[in-house]
């Protein structure tokens, strides 16, 4: 079975300065890996995907995240974040079939 | 297109009250799922169909039930409310294969009291 851990629940950031959020799975088979944010009082929409080719994969509103095989890890980066990227941003995994599963989320606060 | 809706946006319920949430996808996707949101676990499935007459259950199914008898439409049904249930709900949708994206309704805040 897969689960996602996301390793910050809270995140606080600067505007303009770069921020990083993590995001490990396990999973005893190939996956495929999504970001997905919530803007406040908002469904969720995605960012970005990894179904499979580059490590890199860039997404929506200049985010970007990495796959890690060996440390089955996806993280999501921004060099430069904007006020209006304050929002949760969840990690989630499927392993081919139909069901994804999602991280608690973590909630990235950009301040002025 | 309208894309996932949902009805309705809130709700609040006694214990033991049943209700239906409904949701609709005007996009055609074979796929359609219901999901709940709790603070600090993220979003777990709950039911999902893929196609018309098909329909599975989730992570968490228990005191919920579903049906699918048309593309459009994938209706929850709580039988019994309980407070366990307060929760956002999210319908969501897409194209079989998992190269495409799911998109997801604007969600039903539910409170049982």
């Known amino acids: 079975a897969q689960s996602v851990t996301q390793l910050d629940s809270q995140v606080p950031v600067f505007e303009e300065a770069p921020v990083e959020l993590r995001c490990n799975y396990s999973?005893?088979?190939?996956?495929?890996l999504f970001w997905y944010v919530q803007y406040p009082n908002q469904g969720l929409q995605l960012l970005l995907k990894?179904?499979?080719?580059?490590?890199l994969v860039k997404g929506i509103n200049g985010f970007e995240a990495e796959f890690n095989k060996s440390q089955t890890s996806f993280h999501l980066r921004k060099p430069s974040v904007h006020i209006s990227d304050t929002a949760e941003y969840f990690c989630?995994?499927?392993?081919?079939?139909?069901?994804?599963?999602f991280g608690a989320g973590t909630t990235v606060t950009v301040r002025a | 297109n309208a894309g996932v809706t949902q009805t309705p946006k809130f709700q609040v319920l006694k214990t033991g009250q049943s209700m239906t949430l409904q949701c609709a996808q005007d996009?055609?996707?074979?796929?359609m799922s219901w999901y709940r949101q709790d603070p600090g676990m993220g979003l777990r499935l709950i039911h999902y169909s893929v196609g018309a007459g098909i329909t599975d259950q989730g992570e968490v199914p228990n005191g919920y039930n579903v049906s699918r008898s048309t593309t459009e439409d994938f209706p929850l049904r709580l039988l019994s409310a309980a407070p366990s249930q307060t929760s956002v709900y999210f319908c969501?949708?897409?194209?079989?294969?998992?190269?495409?994206?799911?998109?997801f309704g604007p969600g039903t805040r539910l409170t049982v009291t």
């Open positions: 969501a949708s897409r194209i079989a294969g998992v190269l495409y994206e799911q998109y």
């Open positions: 989630a995994v499927s392993e081919g079939d139909y069901k994804l599963s």
């Open positions: 990894y179904l499979s080719g580059s490590t």
């Open positions: 999973s005893s088979v190939s996956v495929y």
């Open positions: 996009m055609n996707h074979e796929y």
